[in-house]
């Protein structure tokens, strides 16, 4: 009976260094290959290393070349943030763009696990530019130099010039549009709402951050505020949901393969909806008409009179709630879209179309770890939505380029 032949386990490290357990050392893989099993570089790196990661590194090639095209249309702006010659060497803000990307592209939810990542994980150090050799940042250096960034409109400006590629406008719907928004929770405690003028209780216990009893005490965004972001505001989603302290992020997107076009962050309100999606409106221009879907929060007379003078039809859902009129008779809500735009075959494409936006704010919270953004302050928050569009945008793009 033929003895089977024995089986040789192969272990490398992150270096490409082979740990050999029968040599009881270790070595280069280029030495060791030759050496120790008579492969050549070309044998082992077929057989053992390079199919797997050509695989790895060609699945995020197309994503490498949208951010490295869009970064080299940013080269301006980065000269003005960061000007020659002046001060300490900082982090070079293509490389921190290409890391917040990783971080919304992976989930990564601090900078000092970002930072651990970079030590082991040579894809991350490839689409960053670090060498092997070269050491990752400090975490609070990134950080700050990642502050420094997003307090600018480096992050809008990424998004645009994404989509402005040619190989990428291509893609793009000029003439059918939707629009949403959703709740994202700020970074502050809700034992952090006080009153404005400083008149508050003390809390129910010791030290500063003691536990408090709400109940019984009105509370509004006229009367209270957050001391710990004070831009965030408390808001609900509806009857019999609970009232949070975030922010409204705000979406544009066209219909034709679902890409985000536009984005931003507002405080909470019942209107803020509709007020950015005229600004988002207003933001893309152009003078052709376009249609706009919407779900029926948008059902309101005057925002589609704003729309209509703004040259764009309004594919928006209609709001058939039933409500109580002045003589308490219960009646359908009269609806501000006409008979002529509804009848439009046009009009139910817009409404199966529009619910995809639901994609894009799955990702950003799920994937990019947005549900409860990690900054204080609007502009921040606005900035780290814009980026987390463009890493989906990113993400989806080397699929569509591929069909196209």
Not at 289 to 318: C, M, S
Request: aromatic share 8%; with cysteine.
């Amino acid at each position: 009976m033929c003895q089977p032949e024995p089986v040789r386990i192969l272990a490398l490290d992150v270096d490409g260094v082979l740990l050999d357990p029968d040599r009881g050392g270790a070595g280069h893989w280029t030495v060791e290959m030759e050496r120790s099993f008579g492969l050549t570089r070309p044998q082992f790196r077929d057989a053992f290393f390079m199919r797997s990661w050509d695989d790895v590194v060609n699945g995020r090639r197309s994503v490498e070349d949208g951010v490295g095209a869009a970064l080299a249309d940013l080269s301006a702006d980065f000269d003005a943030l960061y000007p020659p010659k002046v001060g300490r060497p900082s982090i070079p803000p293509e490389r921190l763009l290409r890391a917040m990307l990783l971080q919304a592209f992976y989930g990564i939810r601090s900078e000092r696990q970002l930072m651990e990542r970079m030590e082991f994980d040579l894809l991350f150090r490839w689409f960053v530019g670090l060498g092997v050799d070269d050491a990752p940042w400090d975490h609070s250096s990134f950080s700050t130099n990642r502050d420094r960034l997003l307090e600018g409109d480096i992050a809008a400006k990424l998004l645009a010039t994404i989509l402005a590629q040619p190989k990428v406008k291509r893609l793009l719907s000029s003439d059918h549009f939707s629009v949403d928004g959703t709740l994202i929770d700020a970074w502050a405690s809700i034992k952090s709402f006080r009153k404005k003028d400083g008149d508050d209780q003390d809390g129910d216990g010791p030290g500063r951050n003691a536990e408090r009893n709400f109940h019984g005490e009105a509370r509004s965004n006229d009367t209270h505020q957050s001391t710990t972001d004070p831009d965030a505001k408390l808001y609900k989603k509806g009857r019999g949901q609970p009232a949070r302290l975030c922010y409204l992020g705000h979406a544009l997107m066209e219909n034709r393969n679902g890409l985000a076009v536009g984005g931003l962050i507002t405080t909470a309100s019942g209107y803020a909806e509709r007020e950015a999606a005229l600004a988002l409106l207003d933001q893309r221009g152009g003078g052709r008409r376009i249609t706009l879907g919407a779900d029926k929060a948008y059902d309101v007379r005057q925002f589609i009179g704003d729309l209509r003078a703004r040259g764009v039809t309004p594919h928006i859902a209609i709001d058939g709630n039933v409500r109580a009129n002045a003589e308490g008779i219960a009646r359908p809500r009269s609806t501000a879209v006409d008979a002529r735009t509804t009848r439009h075959p046009g009009y139910a494409i817009s409404q199966r179309s529009r619910k995809r936006i639901e994609e894009i704010f799955g990702w950003i919270k799920v994937s990019a770890g947005l549900a409860r953004v990690k900054l204080r302050g609007r502009d921040r928050v606005d900035a780290a939505f814009r980026l987390a569009l463009s890493a989906y945008n990113l993400i989806r793009l080397p699929k569509l380029l591929g069909a196209a």
